[in-house]
């Protein structure tokens, strides 16, 4: 079975607890709970990583770049949090790994502050899903899947 990896990076980990008028009040083993449905519906298995290192995060993108050359990876589901907007590496391991990354935002990035209006990831990315609230993850995962199925 193929499978997708779900990468969500810096401070993911505290949703639920963290602004939740701007990210809801699901935790990040919800969010990870709605992936795993949303695979098993659409017969792909999901792997979940969160890290606030970039390095992991890089190294994740690496990883899951040799299984989309084997065959055994659609693609990775990418919340990069603040990273976002600062991450050159990020980028340059997206298109590096040559693995399609689809971006997502809980929050519609657009509507806040002008310093989160804009992405490295986007760039890189086969597509971007922004301001569904958690629903974004398997709106993502229904999308890479479309894409590479
Ligand atoms: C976020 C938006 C980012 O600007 C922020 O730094 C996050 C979460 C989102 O999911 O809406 O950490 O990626």
């Known amino acids: 079975m193929p499978s997708i990896l779900i990468l969500n990076g810096p401070n993911l980990n505290l949703l639920g607890q963290r602004e939740p008028a701007q990210y809801g009040h699901n935790t990040l083993a919800d969010v990870e709970a709605l992936c795993m449905e949303a695979g098993k519906r659409l017969g792909v298995e999901i792997n979940c ?6 390095g992991v995060l890089i190294d994740a993108i690496h990883e899951a770049g040799r299984g989309v050359a084997a065959g055994e990876v659609l693609g990775v ?10 991450s050159v590496a990020l980028h340059d391991a997206i298109k590096g790994a040559e693995v399609p990354v689809i971006e997502v935002h809980i929050s519609n990035v657009h509507a806040r502050e002008a310093f989160r209006h804009h992405s490295y990831i986007s760039p890189a990315a086969a597509g971007i899903v922004v301001g569904f609230g958690v629903d974004g993850y398997v709106l993502a995962i229904e999308g890479l899947v479309r894409k590479t199925r």
């Open 49 to 54: 990583l969160q890290s606030n290192h970039e």
């Open 77 to 86: 589901v990418f919340n990069a949090g603040a990273y976002t907007h600062t």
